[in-house]
């Protein structure tokens, strides 16, 4: 995997490795960059734990040391330090110089939440592991549930990780935490923390690889057909600022 290419701003005004692709949709480039958030264009953002004693903070990649290093700095430019990406949210960070880049690969406008119940299979502990089900027709990017991506924002104590696709509109998920789960309807997403990144590409830690962009829309190459052969691939959704 090439080196991450770093987005920086000349003295005389010029961005510098601004975007790798010229290929836009809805005039935002595909891939990215690193660099200071501050600059005029979006960046990869990161969020990282310096010392185990301080709180998470959120930044830029400087540059890349390895596979999964990166030299990165705060939004304040105070807290350098080399770090490693961990299958982590940000709120689980604990260990020193750890890090996660959150990637966001749909939306979900209405995800209902239920108990188990006696459950199925491996999966029976209703304290431990929940259903969300969604219409088809509520999902704003890829659709299909990956095993081991994340979903967020369904009044969940904890990160919820996907362990079971049951249907194409149903998951089970595992509670970060063992709690009682109420039913319920919310907006939800479904994320993993990136296992590698580069300006094109983005891995979660199945190894599954994404193209992938720094701002909205999503999109999973169904509103580009007969375009070139980029439009085939799925596009996620990397944080940025």
């Known amino acids: ?18 975007y790798v692709s010229p290929i836009e949709i809805n005039s ?16 990869i953002r990161i969020r990282y734990l310096r010392e185990t004693t301080s709180a998470v903070d959120t930044g830029y990649i400087i540059t890349q ?43 979900i406008s209405g995800a209902n939440l239920a108990n188990i119940g006696t459950g199925s299979g491996d ?17 704003t990017g890829y659709s299909t549930a990956v095993a081991g991506h994340q979903v967020t924002g369904t009044g969940l104590t904890g990160n ?18 063992t709690q009682d789960v109420s ?10 923390a990136a296992k590698r990144i580069s300006n094109k ?5 199945q190894d599954n690889k994404w193209r992938y962009f720094l ?12 375009g070139p052969g980029w439009a085939a691939n799925t596009l996620v959704q990397v944080d940025s600022a």
């Not at 995997?1 to 601004?18: E, F, R």
């Not at 595909?30 to 960046?43: D, H, K």
């Not at 949210?89 to 110089?97: F, I, R, Y």
Request: a negative charge.
């Open 1 to 18: 995997m090439a080196k991450l290419k770093i987005h920086h701003t000349t003295p005389s005004g010029a961005n510098v490795d601004a």
């Open 28 to 43: 935002t480039h595909i891939g990215g960059t690193g660099g200071n958030n501050g600059q005029p264009v979006e960046t």
């Open 65 to 107: 040391k390895g596979t999964k290093q990166f030299r990165v700095n705060n939004t304040s430019n105070a807290n350098s330090t080399v770090v490693s990406l961990v299958n982590l949210q940000s709120g689980e960070l604990t260990a020193a110089n750890t890090a996660t880049i959150l990637v966001n690969v749909a939306e």
């Open 123 to 139: 999966y029976t502990d209703n304290q431990d592991y929940a259903y969300v089900t969604w219409a088809a027709a509520n999902v």
């Open 160 to 177: 919820a990780t996907i362990v079971a696709r049951n249907s194409s509109t149903n998951v089970t998920v595992a509670l970060g935490t």
């Open 183 to 192: 039913a319920g309807q919310s907006s939800a997403k479904f994320t993993f």
């Open 201 to 205: 590409y983005v891995n979660d830690w």
């Open 215 to 226: 701002t909205d829309p999503y999109g999973d190459g169904t509103a580009q057909t007969g």
